[in-house]
C-alpha cells in the first residue's frame, strides 16, 4: 500500500498489447473490512481533466470550435484586458493566464455563485506567455463544452467520450457509498466516501471539468486506450488519429514534463519514458500510455486516506509501479490476470 493505513486501497492494471494483468489490494475504508475488488469506484480528482479535454476535442473534430477560436464569443471568462484572447488551446494547454484555484468556498460561497466566481477570475499573465497548471481555467472548459455542444458536462462526458470509450461506469460523483472507496477523514471526523474529494468541485455541486469523476481501473485503461488506439473505441471512433496526435505532442514546456492537450508528456518524476503521457490525480491516481512499448498502465490509490498527508510515499509509488512490472510494492491482496 501507498500509506500502509487501514482502509488502503489499491487497483492497478497494466496491458502490453492485447494482454491484461490487474492487481486488486486492500479495502474500500477503514471501517469497512470487505476486500477491495475491481468494481469499487475511485474519486480520480485530476484524471478527470482529461477526460474533459477529450471530450473538448470530440467538438474540435466536428467542427464546432476550433483551437485557436477566442472562447469569449462562447462564454465569458476570465477578468483583465487580455481575457478576450484566451482559446481553447490555452485552456487545454494550461496557458490561459487564469489562476490555479479560486478558493472562495471557504468564506462560504458555493454553487452558481462559485462557478462565477471561477468563470469571472483575474487573470495571473497574458493568455500563451506562461505555463501555469490551472483547475479554474478547466473548469472554464467543462463550462465550454456545455454551451458548445447544447449537453450538460455529465451528458457530454457519457455520450461523446466514456460510452464510445466503453468506460461503462466513469460517472460524476456523488456515488453510491458502497461502491465507492473513501478518501480523507474532513473535519469534524467526516468520513468521505463517494463524495467529491476536491473541495472547489464540491463546492460547485454540479460536474464541472477539473475533477469530480468516480470509475474503475478498467475505465482508466478504456480511455487511455483512446489515446494508445489512435482515438477508436471499442465499436467505434471517439476522435481522429491527427487530433490524438496533436493531443499527445508536446507543446509547450512546463516544471518536470512537456504540456500537451490536456495531457502530460514525459513527466520525469513517474513516467516510465520520455514519450509517455498521461496524467496525476491529488487521491492518488495516475495513469500513462507509451505509444513506443504499445503499453497502458493505470495505478488508484486512496492515498489520503485516512488524512492527506506528504505526496513523497505516493511519487515514490508512483515511479516505481510505472518503471517495474506492475506490480509497484510488496503488498498482498487479490491478484488478477486476463485478456483485454
Known amino acids: 500500500m501507498v500509506n500502509g493505513a487501514e482502509g488502503s486501497a489499491w487497483s492497478s492494471l497494466r496491458a502490453r498489447g492485447d494482454d491484461l494483468e490487474e492487481h486488486v489490494a486492500g479495502t474500500p475504508a477503514g471501517d469497512d473490512p ?46 483583465g484586458p487580455h481575457a478576450a484572447t484566451i482559446t481553447l488551446r490555452h485552456l487545454l494547454t494550461h496557458t490561459s493566464g487564469l489562476p490555479d484555484t479560486v478558493t472562495d468556498w471557504r468564506e462560504g460561497v458555493v454553487g452558481e455563485a462559485l462557478l462565477e466566481r471561477c468563470l469571472d477570475a483575474p487573470l495571473t499573465a497574458r493568455p500563451g506567455a506562461v505555463h501555469r497548471y490551472s483547475c479554474v481555467g478547466y473548469i472554464a472548459l467543462g ?22 470509450a466503453g468506460a461503462s ?9 458502497d461502491s465507492a472507496v473513501a478518501t480523507e477523514y474532513r473535519p469534524a471526523g467526516r468520513l468521505v466516501r463517494g463524495s467529491v474529494h476536491d473541495e472547489l468541485a464540491a463546492a460547485v455541486g454540479m460536474p464541472v471539468g477539473n475533477a469530480g469523476l468516480f470509475g474503475t481501473a478498467r475505465d482508466v485503461f478504456r480511455i487511455a486506450d483512446v489515446l494508445r488506439s489512435g482515438g477508436r473505441g471499442p465499436g467505434t471512433r471517439v476522435l481522429t488519429a491527427e487530433t490524438v496526435r496533436r493531443a499527445i505532442s508536446p507543446g509547450v514546456e512546463a516544471a518536470g514534463y512537456r504540456q500537451g492537450l490536456g495531457l502530460r508528456v514525459g513527466e520525469r518524476s513517474w513516467m516510465s519514458s520520455a514519450h509517455a503521457v498521461g496524467h496525476t490525480g491529488f487521491t492518488g491516481t495516475a495513469f500513462e500510455v507509451d505509444p513506443a512499448s504499445d503499453t497502458i498502465a493505470v495505478l488508484l490509490t486512496n492515498r489520503v486516506h485516512p488524512r492527506r498527508t506528504s505526496a513523497e510515499a505516493i511519487t515514490r509509488a508512483r515511479a516505481r509501479f510505472f518503471a517495474c512490472d506492475g506490480r509497484g510494492d510488496d503488498r498482498d491482496g487479490g491478484d488478477r490476470r486476463s485478456r483485454a
Open 34 to 79: 470487505t476486500p477491495l475488488t475491481r468494481e469499487h469506484l475511485f474519486d480520480l480528482a485530476s484524471v478527470s481533466k482529461i477526460v474533459t479535454a477529450l471530450a473538448a476535442l470530440t467538438l474540435v473534430d466536428e467542427g464546432r470550435i476550433s483551437l485557436d477560436e477566442p472562447v469569449r464569443s462562447r462564454v465569458p471568462v476570465g477578468r
Open 143 to 164: 463550462r465550454l463544452i456545455e454551451e458548445v455542444a447544447g449537453q450538460s458536462l455529465d451528458e457530454a462526458v457519457a455520450v461523446r467520450v466514456a460510452g464510445p
Open 169 to 177: 461506469t466513469l460517472r460524476y460523483g456523488p456515488v453510491a457509498a
